[in-house]
């Protein structure tokens, strides 16, 4: 009784912001902490769009991470706009921040995140792909030129893909995080439903395997989701902004929708544990991007 009271003591839980710019691998990141795909990810920015917590619970920890989307600068839209409000709002709710940079990539971009930095809160600096860079004298003179800039709690070279330096990580999290009980069961992941990750899944495919212009206009809707048995029922709308569009999605013979559908729900299935039918189409609804009744029906 003893060893599990004082256990309990020194138990610690608390909320990590991941922020940084667009593409700098923040979903990838929280995915390999946690040891599975749980944030959607691709080499486009905008990929991540809303907030997402992933709960990684250890013996004496349990870490609540916010993935966030990237801080936009371009093509302020009424949805940019969303997204950056709730990275703004994140920086003052969480008990730590993590700042995440690419080596050699340092621009305005990043300097635009690093205003926002609170000043009352403990922040990492993260420098994600660390591996490469060769040898980690190498980056000295990047982790001597953010020092100057902010007075970072800690640095912290990592690379997500490679599980490199992750442990390390999470404990310089650790020592800033509350002693409190955890405020989530232990098998807990995250704090999204399943109707909610269906549609970040089917998103994800038509950011990856679309060019550079369809993505951005695009969001998915799950119109039906049923669970019969060990069989998920998932009825997804693909949303365009433009009628010009939808062939893009379709594709010759429908086979591009086709290869959305069949990656999004081969993801699905691995992620539920179940047998999924997946049934998507493409539908256009001009203009939602920029109108804010739209977004608010959409989840944003």
């Given at each position: 009784?003893?060893?599990?009271?004082?256990?309990?003591?020194?138990?610690?839980?608390?909320?990590?912001?991941?922020?940084?710019?667009?593409?700098?691998?923040?979903?990838?990141?929280?995915?390999?902490?946690?040891?599975?795909?749980?944030?959607?990810?691709?080499?486009?920015?905008?990929?991540?769009?809303?907030?997402?917590?992933?709960?990684?619970?250890?013996?004496?920890?349990?870490?609540?991470?916010?993935?966030?989307?990237?801080?936009?600068?371009?093509?302020?839209?009424?949805?940019?706009?969303?997204?950056?409000?709730?990275?703004?709002?994140?920086l003052t709710e969480v008990d730590v921040v993590l700042f995440?940079?690419?080596?050699?990539?340092?621009?305005?971009?990043?300097?635009?995140?690093?205003?926002?930095?609170?000043?009352?809160?403990?922040?990492?600096?993260?420098?994600?792909?660390?591996?490469?860079?060769?040898?980690?004298?190498?980056?000295?003179?990047?982790?001597?030129?953010?020092?100057?800039?902010?007075?970072?709690?800690?640095?912290?070279?990592?690379?997500?893909?490679?599980?490199?330096?992750?442990?390390?990580?999470?404990?310089?999290?650790?020592?800033?995080?509350?002693?409190?009980?955890?405020?989530?069961?232990?098998?807990?992941?995250?704090?999204?439903?399943?109707?909610?990750?269906?549609?970040?899944?089917?998103?994800?495919?038509?950011?990856?395997?679309?060019?550079?212009?369809?993505p951005y206009s695009v969001t998915v809707e799950i119109e039906?989701?049923?669970?019969?048995?060990?069989?998920?029922?998932?009825?997804?709308?693909?949303?365009?902004?433009?009628?010009?569009?939808?062939?893009?999605?379709?594709?010759?013979?429908?086979?591009?929708?086709?290869?959305?559908?069949?990656?999004a729900r081969q993801d699905m299935e691995k992620l539920f544990?179940?047998?999924?039918?997946?049934?998507?189409?493409?539908?256009?609804?001009?203009?939602?991007?920029?109108?804010?009744?739209?977004?608010?029906?959409?989840?944003?």
């Amino acid at each position: 009784m003893t060893e599990q009271t004082t256990a309990s003591d020194h138990f610690r839980c608390g909320t990590i912001a991941i922020v940084g710019r667009p593409n700098v691998g923040k979903s990838t990141l929280l995915n390999h902490i946690l040891g599975l795909k749980l944030a959607i990810t691709s080499r486009k920015a905008q990929t991540t769009r809303h907030r997402l917590l992933g709960i990684h619970t250890t013996e004496d920890t349990q870490f609540l991470f916010v993935d966030t989307p990237g801080f936009q600068q371009k093509h302020i839209n009424a949805l940019n706009k969303s997204l950056n409000k709730t990275v703004t709002q994140v920086l003052t709710e969480v008990d730590v921040v993590l700042f995440v940079i690419e080596p050699m990539k340092l621009g305005e971009a990043d300097e635009l995140v690093l205003k926002l930095l609170p000043k009352n809160k403990p922040v990492l600096l993260v420098v994600n792909k660390a591996d490469l860079m060769g040898d980690k004298g190498n980056l000295l003179p990047l982790i001597q030129d953010f020092d100057l800039l902010f007075d970072f709690a800690g640095i912290i070279p990592v690379s997500a893909k490679k599980n490199l330096y992750l442990d390390e990580l999470l404990a310089a999290i650790r020592e800033h995080l509350p002693e409190q009980a955890a405020m989530y069961a232990e098998d807990e992941l995250t704090d999204k439903n399943e109707r909610f990750l269906a549609a970040e899944l089917v998103r994800e495919k038509v950011f990856r395997l679309l060019g550079d212009e369809v993505p951005y206009s695009v969001t998915v809707e799950i119109e039906k989701f049923e669970t019969v048995k060990n069989l998920r029922r998932i009825f997804a709308a693909i949303i365009v902004d433009k009628e010009s569009q939808k062939p893009m999605i379709i594709g010759k013979g429908g086979e591009k929708l086709k290869q959305i559908s069949t990656e999004a729900r081969q993801d699905m299935e691995k992620l539920f544990g179940s047998k999924v039918y997946l049934e998507t189409w493409v539908k256009v609804k001009g203009g939602w991007a920029d109108d804010a009744r739209a977004l608010k029906s959409l989840g944003f």
